[in-house]
């Protein structure tokens, strides 16, 4: 009997694991081909790089434990990559033979026990050009291959190369496993509301002439809901996202800030939003009438609208919220909530959001403090309680010297610049994780990112008189396994300024934030270690900080940047590098076959 038990028990454990981890579950395939397309808004037409000749693109659905194969075929001039805001997937092609190799009775007994088996040791799926792959050039093909593991919720797939993500993005959805509910009231109607904006003349020749000038780009002429402005600009009324809802019902809203380059207050009129999850992760409830979103971020609200047919539209409206001294598209993206009724109403009235002043930084520190993990059973918060790495990086701008005999349009004839830690990230001509991967790193990058600034000033004060960046590609390099506390400071140098920061390949809990300089000796006291939000992306405050922890059990190379792609493209940004750990599972996979090459 004792020899049947040995047998049978890895067989189960296996079925088992391959049942949680999504073996079984879905493959769903995808086809994006990278085409251009006409697109008319504000009485201008423009051929425009889209997914398929959609703006935006396609919606791709999924459930947790699925495996998406998704087809990126470039048909135009420009080099393409495709980012997809997962922080949890393996390769499928390697799940059996890790969990096989492991198959002894005492081995399986702990795989079983462990808090989840997360094979996610491949980031060649995860798109940023020249971090984890050369771009996919014209003509050519790469097939994006990836098992969803242990997220479920609203995320948002995007180009990850120059500006190309200001027409080429899509909300990613992914559904919890069958029978399993949503931790809140189940919703009559989902619909997801992405943000973006529209240039009437092309993104990648606005980048282009503010990188020659050395200057600040062009700001967008309109902001949208689902790739319509809406009718509060010039010849845009026919062009408004409408919501059509019944009496009584509960909706729930996915709402995903692709924006290029601004933070985005919204609200609907006369209706309170309940906000449940916020980058793919369940929060605490809580009632607002307002919300704020960074690119880059999303969040799931419940819209629970009134019992009767009101006599009324209402409309939805979103504008920026603004902390640096730059020029910015100040205007108003509308859409219009309307109820289903049996009489058929003309000339309803017309309700209209108040949203928050343009710089109320107040309500943005109040709204952010509200959100906290459900820290449950089922969903806990798994918040690192002892520290191997304490990081601090400030971030901010900066200028660079005008090459000799040229004119730049830059602060005092300079040239804008950004920077973490005064580095300001120079881009490869080569892909980071193959050059780690096979062992070519010398002339690529440095492994030596500073773990603090080099020269330190009074951050948020009267800023030093020399605001030259540094210009190198450095790595920031962890072993395995590292548990991470990084602290984020904002500097005044041109001006304090919020800057969303996203972090591939990881999500982080949000322990801690503040205004001024941050003190390693007082701050810490007041951290959040119980329930803090688990997110993706976070805005550094105006002329402050934020503390995020998180767990380095990822290996590859994993960018960070801010989300404003001006402040990306003035080299706000840098890369992790985690290295593997001992155990064969605990390594980076192969590349696959038919990787792109530079």
């Excluded at 499928?92 to 094979?119: A, E, K, P, T």
């Excluded at 971090?131 to 797939?157: A, D, E, H, K």
């Excluded at 601090?392 to 090459?403: A, D, H, I, K, R």
Aim: glycine share 6%.
């Amino acid at each position: 009997m004792d020899g049947f038990v040995r047998i049978m028990f890895p067989i189960v454990a296996i079925t088992l694991i391959l049942s949680v981890y999504g073996v079984a579950s879905t493959t769903r395939n995808y086809e994006f081909n990278i085409q251009l397309q006409n697109v008319t808004r504000l009485c201008h037409t423009k051929s425009m790089v889209t997914v398929n000749g959609k703006f935006p693109g396609p919606r791709i659905v999924a459930r947790e434990g699925d495996r998406l194969l998704i087809k990126v075929t470039n048909h135009v001039s420009n080099n393409i990559t495709i980012h997809w805001y997962l922080h949890n997937f393996y390769f499928f092609d390697d799940i059996v033979n890790v969990f096989i190799c492991h198959c002894s009775y005492d081995c399986m007994f702990l795989m079983v026990n462990r808090h989840g088996i997360r094979q996610i040791r491949s980031g060649w799926a995860d798109g940023p050009a020249y971090i984890t792959q050369c771009p996919i050039q014209t003509g050519q093909s790469y097939v994006y291959n990836y098992t969803v593991v242990g997220q479920r919720g609203t995320l948002f797939w995007h180009a990850h190369i120059s500006w190309l993500r200001a027409s080429v993005y899509g909300p990613l959805i992914i559904l919890p496993k069958l029978h399993v509910p949503y931790p809140f009231t189940k919703p009559y109607k989902e619909v997801p509301i992405i943000f973006g904006e529209w240039f009437n003349t092309d993104p990648e020749a606005i980048i282009a002439q503010a990188t020659q000038t050395g200057g600040g780009p062009n700001v967008s002429d309109a902001y949208t809901f689902n790739g319509l402005p809406g009718p509060l600009y010039n010849c845009s009324a026919k062009d408004t996202f409408k919501l059509k809802v019944k009496p009584g019902k509960t909706y729930l809203l996915r709402l995903i800030n692709a924006a290029l380059n601004d933070e985005l207050f919204f609200s609907i009129a006369n209706h309170t939003l309940k906000v449940v999850e916020a980058d793919a992760i369940y929060v605490k409830p809580f009632d607002t009438e307002t919300l704020i979103l960074a690119p880059g971020q999303t969040t799931n609200v419940l819209l629970k609208t009134k019992s009767k047919f009101p006599g009324a539209n209402f409309l939805m409206s979103a504008r920026p919220y603004v902390t640096g001294q730059g020029t910015f598209d100040n205007s108003t993206v509308a859409g219009i909530l309307e109820y289903e009724s049996s009489v058929h109403m003309k000339n309803l009235p017309l309700f209209k959001p108040t949203l928050p002043s343009l710089n109320d930084t107040s309500f943005v520190t109040k709204f952010s403090n509200r959100l906290r993990s459900l820290a449950s059973a089922q969903f806990p918060a798994n918040v690192p309680q002892k520290i191997d790495r304490h990081l601090f990086f400030t971030v901010g701008l900066g200028t660079s010297p005008c090459e000799k005999n040229q004119t730049c349009q830059g602060p005092n004839g300079t040239r804008f610049a950004a920077s973490i830690n005064n580095v300001s990230f120079v881009q490869p001509s080569v892909a980071l994780l193959q050059s780690h991967y096979f062992d070519q790193s010398k002339g690529v990058y440095s492994p030596y990112f500073p773990i603090n600034p080099l020269h330190w000033f009074n951050y948020t004060g009267t800023p030093p008189n020399n605001t030259f960046v540094s210009n190198d590609t450095k790595l920031m390099v962890l072993p395995f396994n590292t548990s991470v506390e990084l602290v984020m400071q904002d500097t005044s140098i041109l001006g304090v300024e919020s800057h969303p920061l996203h972090l591939h390949g990881f999500n982080f809990f949000v322990v801690g934030q503040g205004f001024g300089n941050y003190n390693p000796n007082k701050d810490p006291k007041n951290f959040n270690l119980i329930d803090p939000v688990e997110r993706n992306t976070i805005g550094v405050p105006s002329g402050g900080w934020v503390a995020i922890r998180f767990l380095a059990d990822n290996p590859g190379v994993w960018f960070m940047h801010c989300h404003l792609e001006v402040h990306t493209s003035w080299g706000l940004k840098m890369a992790w590098l985690v290295l593997d750990g001992k155990n064969p599972n605990q390594k980076l996979l192969p590349p696959p076959a038919d990787l792109p090459k530079c």
